[in-house]
């Protein structure tokens, strides 16, 4: 096996690429219209334009996969992970075309491709599973019958998806059908099936999977377990392996269920079984079939390339390792940097990167699929990078961890960077997460990531610098005759909320703001090289300024990225939906409309369905009044910025 098409994109075509080089095979990327420039097109020997931008036209036309694959002469495809890496007709057809399928047999695929079917296999092995109810395209809605086998709380997931995509909470029976027709819209769209899976819910759970790893000759072994109970919105955030206070005895028996079920669907591959573990109890969630976002944490603690292993085996190679091989040495975290507004209800970011750097040392390791100029549309997947520390513990490396994302600059596009500092720096972390832990504090965690205090005045006053001194008005040009004493405003919007920003120009150098008990000079200033040089009383601090229209950029290193969008003189308000108009904060499509022209609405009522980046959100009202006029129908693609809809203010329902 010299030669290897990769049938993904992003951060894990390009770590693939990185083994394979290592390995001396040759590699083949695939690409998009869009991706034609992007990381993975370049750190392979060759590349292939296999469609348009939406997933349908490319990276799931199996069709035109197996087309490059034929044309590029490869002995072998490696799916990835997501796309169609669980895709049983897809590594039908690679196989049928005489190429090498890097994964699991199929029928192992098929077995645990269906929760529904993965549940019946574990009962038979040993394997305990949470109390749940089957609900299949075709069923009648049951209620009665459901909350008789789940009870209240429940879970309701797609039996064929995965990344908590689609997946809904319910703490009542109330809203229960409406729930499962929105689940199985989604399910159909997302994953080809509208077949459920609805449990009881577990809240105080935590979320450990066990790494799998089995060859074609019966040998089948372990790389330990891994924490994901971080999440948010049923999407994991955080990883860690080991998984602090876990007993030894439960680890084990977690451990020997996984090789259990692996061992019934006769596994062969890089595989995950993931758990839910409550008290003593565990429960099993699913298996998949295939490599894992956070298998980075795993290798990071044995020094093992799961790639290596995953290649390995498809060629036929025994493994060369038994269970007493596998040593841990350590603690790994994986944190995952995705483009998305958390002030916003984490709603998707778009935009073209700006700059982007990394903090460099061996204990840090960045998986990327993205670099400066790089747009970021909605078609894929919001995840842009993932950065994985190790060090001797728990303390140290999130100590390392904080450092790490604080180290990151990255501006154009907006993300969760501030939002997993908080986390990694609250009180929760060091007891140790449960997967309800975060989204039972998001407030907390959200306003915890938000600039406030003297640092949010220190970036109002070093924008509005920059902003003056690079771009003066006409009056101040050089030699900048009439502008001492004199009174003026600024406006930013920062995380959504409008500042007003008084100030005068003292001197040459010197700037006093009235609503802010200091003093600032100015040191330097070079926007070619994107440099800020600030003296605010007797601290000197030094900042990375990139402008973006009317959007500025700043970094530093103890308080991270931020964005402020400067408000034209003028302007009443610079947040958008506060004049009656839902505008989109991002690209997307349409997916539902929940209110009628001439219905009253009060603030916050929701009013329009967006999808973008695989994730649903809802936009609410931000004013109440009457809905004046709906400017998009369902299944529309839209644009950021577009009004979607028209709110006549100052009326609202009667009391």
Known sequence: MDKILIANRGEIAVRISATCRRLGISTVAVYSDPDVEAPHVIAADEAFCIGGASIEQSYLNIEAVMDAALKSGVHAVHPGYGFLSENSGFAAAVEASGLIWIGPPRTAMESMASKISARGIALEHDVPVIPA?????????????????TGVPMLIKSSAGGGGIGMRELHSADDLKGAIEEAREQAQRQFGSADLLIERLLSDARH??????????????HLFERDCSSQRRRQKILEETPAQGLPDAL??????????LARAVDYQGVGTVEFLVAEDEFFLLEMNTRLQVEHTVTEAVTGLDLVELQIAIANGEPLSLQQQDVQRQGHAIQARVYAEQPALGF?????????????EKPQIRVDTGVDGGMQIGHHYDGLLCKIIVHERDRSAATALMLNALAGMQLSGVATNQAFLRAVLASGEWPRG???????????????????????????????TIARFVSNPPAADTAPWPGGYQHERQSGWVVDDKQHEVRWRWAAALQFEFHDFACQVQLLELDLEDGQIAVQVDDEKMRF????????????????????????????????????????????????????????????????????SMKMESTLVASSSGEVSAIAVAEGDLIESGQVLLQIETGG????
């Open 652 to 655: 609202g329902r009667p009391t």
């Open 347 to 359: 709603l998707p970011a778009t935009g073209t990167i700006k700059s982007y750097a990394m903090i």
């Open 433 to 463: 997460m449960r997967i309800a832990t975060i989204e039972g504090e998001l407030e907390h965690f959200v306003a915890a990531s938000k600039l406030s205090g003297s640092d949010l005045e220190t970036v109002l006053m070093v924008s």
């Open 544 to 611: 990375s300024v990139t402008e973006d229209g009317d959007t500025l950029w700043l970094w530093h290193p103890r308080l991270g990225n931020c964005a402020l969008k400067a408000v034209h003189a003028g302007a009443k308000n610079g947040i958008a939906g506060s004049d009656g108009q839902c505008r989109s904060h991002g690209p997307g499509q349409i997916l539902r409309t929940l209110v009628k022209v001439g219905q009253l609405i009060e603030v916050g009522e929701p009013l329009i369905v967006v999808e």
């Open 251 to 260: 680890r084990t028996k977690l451990q020997e269920a996984a090789l259990r």
């Open 208 to 221: 450990i999977e066990v790494q799998v790893v089995g060859d074609q000759h019966g040998n089948l072994i």
């Open 133 to 149: 109810y089957t609900l299949l395209a075709t069923d009648q809605i049951d209620v009665s019958a459901i909350v008789s086998a």
